[in-house]
């Protein structure tokens, strides 16, 4: 079955650094979407990439697909402590299923 | 707007027994799915409903079932419970014309002694 891979597994970074999580998946993908989950809470949205070589860029964070729509990043620049939690991507293949990478756990110290 | 709601918050129950996890979807939405996610890893993908029919599947035993009413809220049935059951227990809600984009409830925590 299909796999989706996250590496690091865990991060732990001085505020203002940069922060880079990275995802690939066994297949092919239609799409990939990144969540947040801060500590005790459920995952949030955060963007989905769907053509092959998107970049998307939300303030801080930019997110890249590959283009063999197989691997992703994350990264972010210039840490803050409000972007603690753990980092998760899940890959669709096809109506609105999503695989889950194990996600990488980011902590920030001030 | 109500987003995704999630009863009961948390539950205790022993080895054996029999649970039942609701979820109420974020309004516009037709389809849920159910995702299990313990401790320390990502959300395993358990089943999808949409139109009161289980659409897909995710790699789960038959002691996992569910349902979805006419009003798009669904439930989630575990049986014959194991200590491996143990999780968060997550609903999300799309719509199948959208984007895919999926909106996660708070989960139910299971734990089974």
């Known amino acids: 079955g299909q796999q989706v891979m996250q590496i690091p597994q865990y991060q732990h970074v001085q505020e203002g650094e940069d922060f880079t999580t990275y995802c690939n998946s066994s297949?092919?993908?239609?799409?990939i979407q990144w969540y947040k989950q801060r500590p005790g809470g459920h995952p949030v949205f955060l963007i989905q990439?769907?053509?092959?070589?998107e970049v998307k860029k939300q303030k801080r964070l930019t997110f890249q697909f590959g283009e063999a729509k197989k691997n992703s990043s994350l990264h972010i620049t210039a840490t803050q402590t409000t972007d603690v939690g753990t980092y998760f991507c899940a890959g669709g293949m096809g109506y609105s299923t999503l695989t889950f990478g194990k996600g990488t756990m980011l902590l920030v110290s001030p | 707007d109500a987003g995704v709601t999630q009863s009961p918050t948390h539950l205790i129950k022993t080895r054996g027994q029999q649970v039942t996890l609701r979820c109420s979807p974020k309004s516009g939405h037709d389809t849920v799915s159910w995702y299990q996610q313990a401790l320390g890893q990502g959300p395993q993908f358990i089943f999808q409903?949409?139109?009161?029919?289980?659409?897909q599947r995710g790699n789960f035993p038959d002691r996992f079932s569910g349902h979805q009413f006419p009003n798009y809220s669904s439930e989630l049935n575990v049986n014959a419970l194991l200590l491996g059951d143990s999780a968060l227990y997550l609903c999300?809600?799309?719509?199948?014309?959208?984007?895919?984009?999926?909106?996660f409830g708070p989960g139910t925590r299971l734990t089974v002694t």
């Open positions: 409903y949409y139109e009161e029919e289980e659409r």
């Open positions: 990439l769907v053509k092959s070589g």
């Open positions: 297949t092919t993908l239609s799409n």
């Open positions: 999300a809600s799309s719509r199948v014309a959208a984007d895919y984009e999926q909106y």
